[in-house]
């Protein structure tokens, strides 16, 4: 059996290689939240860059197992779990779906524009992820809403006071970390799928091969 880079092996290899990446950047956070949320030097690229490669599929499932490694890295959140709803709810809205969706981005993998394709799609798993973790933001996290989370402006707001804390903290407290995240990612992947698919000479009469299986 021939290897080549449309097979199933090579796929293997090449997603492994893109999850031991996004993992060692995921370490990688000059900023981290008191509990929980970090921004990183583009850790979700290479995530992104296995939904371009290999569509929305794969791309889901590659994900999903990398949302499972950053459960295990980040087994302390679960400490702040009080019920077992409340541990389901971190597993899913802040590990499994959050990361997972992010596989989601091989949506745009048919534009023919490969830096426009890739910047989108890390605009589709930044704001995915944020609303992942913001559904855990207003349902696990809401005994430790804190009004300093919120813009000085609108502390002394509507948005302060009741149950539309609970909302507005886990808009901005999430947001804090997740905007500039997001934009890290639409930003490198952008640049470094173009230069893949330049430097590859990747267009789309090829994809299809990128994710077809062994081939005797």
Not at 19 to 36: D, F, K, Q, W
Request: aromatic share 10%; with cysteine.
């Amino acid at each position: 059996m021939k290897l080549d880079y449309r097979s199933r092996t090579f796929k293997l290899v090449i997603t492994a290689l893109m999850l031991a990446l996004a993992t060692v950047l995921s370490e990688m956070t000059p900023i981290r939240m008191p509990m929980g949320g970090t921004v990183t030097p583009g850790s979700m690229v290479p995530l992104v860059l296995i939904g371009q490669m290999y569509g929305v599929g794969w791309g889901l499932g590659a994900c999903t197992v990398y949302g499972l490694t950053q459960m295990l890295f980040g087994i302390d959140n679960f400490s702040y779990a009080t019920t077992l709803w409340a541990v389901l709810a971190i597993a899913l809205f802040d590990y499994l779906v959050a990361y997972g969706i992010i596989g989601l981005s091989g949506v745009t993998r048919k534009i023919k524009n490969r830096p426009l394709a890739a910047g989108l799609a890390g605009l589709i798993a930044g704001v995915g992820r944020f609303l992942c973790h913001f559904l855990s933001g207003v349902t696990v996290w809401k005994e430790w809403v804190d009004v300093t989370a919120l813009p000085t402006s609108l502390q002394d707001t509507w948005l302060a006071k009741g149950d539309a804390l609970i909302y507005s903290y886990s808009f901005f407290y999430n947001g804090a970390t997740m905007l500039p995240e997001t934009i890290v990612t639409v930003v490198l992947s952008a640049l470094v799928w173009g230069a893949l698919s330049a430097g590859l000479k990747i267009n789309p009469a090829e994809e299809k091969k990128l994710g077809a299986e062994v081939q005797d």
